[in-house]
């Protein structure tokens, strides 16, 4: 049974043997295309700025872009490195290398999401001193600090910007200490990667942010907590009720190996806020990608894949996946930072564009049509997501994808129905073979068949 029933279709056309048969439904509106298609990392800290810019990508998170102690650079302990320091003089801030990175950011036409806080830190064994990961000395000054970091960026304050930056989330992963011990000590207190406290205090410093910024900021939206395990969800959500706080949208974390992984975790979010009473706050996934496990050969292969034509079709088929998926509003690819092993969208020693950036270029295509049509397809290891615009014109974005390295499964032979009055097709088509190459189609007996490698995806217009 096929997880996509998504969005085209105008006749069924009988199949030749051996082909498979998508239909596509233009008739039938499913609703908006969402936004699926937004990512971690910035072109400072990524590629150029014409091809980030082509991308049409929605919100880039800030996360990760200020790693080390680089002053000026996001985090709060660059931007604020004195502590000490009177938060109402401009002179204790360096925003220097923050204002070039959001500068170039928004110059490409994506918005950020800010998030607040310190980057992760690497492992060691504990004798390594950590700067980051402690809890402030005083959570009430801390968010003051953050309060002036927006009014830098949204209000002019300290020759700053009117950028009207919405998304702002408090800290990253302060859970993931907590399931991850060292040498059964726990981690958190001896070598933590992103909070040296515990989740009581992470909480008060996310409710005493989050009332301090409303307070001032009601029109933007504080939320979080951005964490990594399923595990501390509906804790976090208990622990805001009893200080009277309702994140302005819920964000949280999760690798996989397949689309359905997210899917299933994505529902099971969104059924603790709904149970809690958060039904109307929106879900991120704001960090995502193919990640098998953490240990080093795990990390190898899973590199390995991220940089290869299975990620690009994994990625392709999570977001056709997504999209159908009422649970998630936003996703977010961590990530597109240059020299990040995360990043499938660049050819690490060349720079160059690889099939995973088309991914995302003909989500932007997509997007542009706007409103999703219907699509059926009976095959488990294809993803498609169609999109129509306001004069009835169609396009179709198509993936095959699942998690094997099997190479000796077969291409398909994919019949597609096209759109009643549809008298031609161009067709764009990723593979092994292919890097966004179109390839000639011909509309025949109201329907077209593109053939589908293993890890593959395919883009067309009608």
């Given at each position: 049974?096929?997880?996509?029933?998504?969005?085209?279709?105008?006749?069924?056309?009988?199949?030749?043997?051996?082909?498979?048969?998508?239909?596509?439904?233009?008739?039938?509106?499913?609703?908006?295309?969402?936004?699926?298609?937004?990512?971690?990392?910035?072109?400072?800290?990524?590629?150029?700025?014409?091809?980030?810019?082509?991308?049409?990508?929605?919100?880039?998170?800030?996360?990760?872009?200020?790693?080390?102690?680089?002053?000026?650079?996001?985090?709060?302990?660059?931007?604020?490195?004195?502590?000490?320091?009177?938060?109402?003089?401009?002179?204790?801030?360096?925003?220097?290398?923050?204002?070039?990175?959001?500068?170039?950011?928004?110059?490409?036409?994506?918005?950020?999401?800010?998030?607040?806080?310190?980057?992760?830190?690497?492992?060691?064994?504990?004798?390594?001193?950590?700067?980051?990961?402690?809890?402030?000395?005083?959570?009430?000054?801390?968010?003051?600090?953050?309060?002036?970091?927006?009014?830098?960026?949204?209000?002019?304050?300290?020759?700053?910007?009117?950028?009207?930056?919405?998304?702002?989330?408090?800290?990253?992963?302060?859970?993931?200490?907590?399931?991850?011990?060292?040498?059964?000590?726990?981690?958190?207190?001896?070598?933590?990667?992103?909070?040296?406290?515990?989740?009581?205090?992470?909480?008060?410093?996310?409710?005493?942010?989050?009332?301090?910024?409303?307070?001032?900021?009601?029109?933007?939206?504080?939320?979080?907590?951005?964490?990594?395990?399923?595990?501390?969800?509906?804790?976090?959500?208990?622990?805001?009720?009893?200080?009277?706080?309702?994140?302005?949208?819920?964000?949280?974390?999760?690798?996989?190996?397949?689309?359905?992984?997210?899917?299933?975790?994505?529902?099971?979010?969104?059924?603790?806020?709904?149970?809690?009473?958060?039904?109307?706050?929106?879900?991120?996934?704001?960090?995502?990608?193919?990640?098998?496990?953490?240990?080093?050969?795990?990390?190898a292969y899973s590199k390995a894949v991220r940089h290869s034509m299975k990620g690009s079709a994994y990625t392709?088929?999570?977001?056709?996946?997504?999209?159908?998926?009422?649970?998630?509003?936003?996703?977010?690819?961590?990530?597109?930072?240059?020299?990040?092993?995360?990043?499938?969208?660049?050819?690490?020693?060349?720079?160059?564009?690889?099939?995973?950036?088309?991914?995302?270029?003909?989500?932007?295509?997509?997007?542009?049509?706007?409103?999703?049509?219907?699509?059926?397809?009976?095959?488990?290891?294809?993803?498609?997501?169609?999109?129509?615009?306001?004069?009835?014109?169609?396009?179709?974005?198509?993936?095959?994808?699942?998690?094997?390295?099997?190479?000796?499964?077969?291409?398909?032979?994919?019949?597609?129905?096209?759109?009643?009055?549809?008298?031609?097709?161009?067709?764009?088509?990723?593979?092994?073979?292919?890097?966004?190459?179109?390839?000639?189609?011909?509309?025949?007996?109201?329907?077209?068949?593109?053939?589908?490698?293993?890890?593959?995806?395919?883009?067309?217009?009608?």
């Open positions: 049974m096929k997880k996509i029933f998504l969005n085209i279709a105008a006749f069924i056309v009988c199949a030749p043997l051996f082909a498979q048969t998508l239909t596509i439904v233009p008739s039938e509106e499913v609703g908006v295309i969402k936004n699926m298609n937004s990512v971690g990392g910035t072109p400072w800290s990524s590629v150029k700025d014409d091809k980030y810019a082509a991308l049409g990508i929605p919100l880039a998170r800030t996360h990760d872009m200020g790693r080390g102690n680089i002053p000026g650079s996001i985090d709060i302990r660059n931007i604020f490195p004195d502590f000490s320091k009177d938060e109402n003089d401009p002179a204790s801030y360096e925003f220097s290398i923050t204002d070039f990175a959001l500068a170039k950011l928004i110059a490409t036409g994506t918005k950020p999401l800010y998030r607040l806080g310190n980057t992760h830190e690497p492992s060691n064994d504990g004798k390594v001193k950590k700067y980051g990961p402690w809890p402030p000395e005083d959570f009430a000054k801390w968010a003051r600090v953050c309060e002036h970091i927006v009014r830098h960026y949204n209000d002019g304050w300290a020759n700053g910007f009117h950028y009207g930056i919405e998304y702002w989330e408090v800290w990253n992963e302060a859970d993931l200490d907590h399931y991850h011990d060292f040498n059964g000590v726990p981690r958190w207190k001896v070598a933590p990667h992103a909070w040296g406290g515990t989740m009581e205090q992470y909480y008060d410093l996310f409710a005493i942010t989050w009332k301090h910024l409303k307070k001032l900021h009601p029109d933007i939206k504080v939320g979080g907590p951005a964490f990594a395990e399923f595990d501390s969800n509906e804790p976090f959500v208990k622990a805001m009720k009893r200080r009277g706080v309702k994140p302005d949208f819920y964000s949280w974390h999760r690798y996989s190996t397949t689309p359905e992984i997210l899917s299933e975790e994505s529902d099971k979010v969104r059924a603790v806020l709904d149970r809690n009473g958060w039904n109307d706050v929106p879900t991120i996934l704001d960090e995502w990608n193919y990640v098998t496990g953490w240990t080093s050969a795990e990390g392709a088929a999570v977001m056709c996946h997504m999209q159908d998926v009422p649970s998630i509003d936003i996703m977010m690819y961590y990530d597109f930072r240059y020299n990040s092993s995360y990043n499938g969208a660049f050819n690490p020693a060349t720079g160059a564009e690889t099939s995973t950036y088309y991914a995302f270029y003909d989500w932007k295509k997509l997007a542009e049509y706007g409103t999703q049509v219907k699509v059926t397809v009976d095959r488990d290891d294809i993803y498609a997501v169609a999109a129509k615009n306001r004069q009835g014109r169609v396009r179709l974005m198509i993936a095959r994808f699942r998690d094997h390295d099997n190479p000796r499964e077969e291409d398909i032979d994919l019949r597609i129905s096209v759109p009643d009055g549809s008298l031609e097709a161009i067709c764009t088509i990723n593979d092994d073979t292919h890097l966004n190459t179109e390839i000639p189609v011909k509309v025949s007996g109201g329907a077209v068949t593109v053939k589908m490698r293993p890890f593959s995806f395919a883009f067309l217009q009608f």
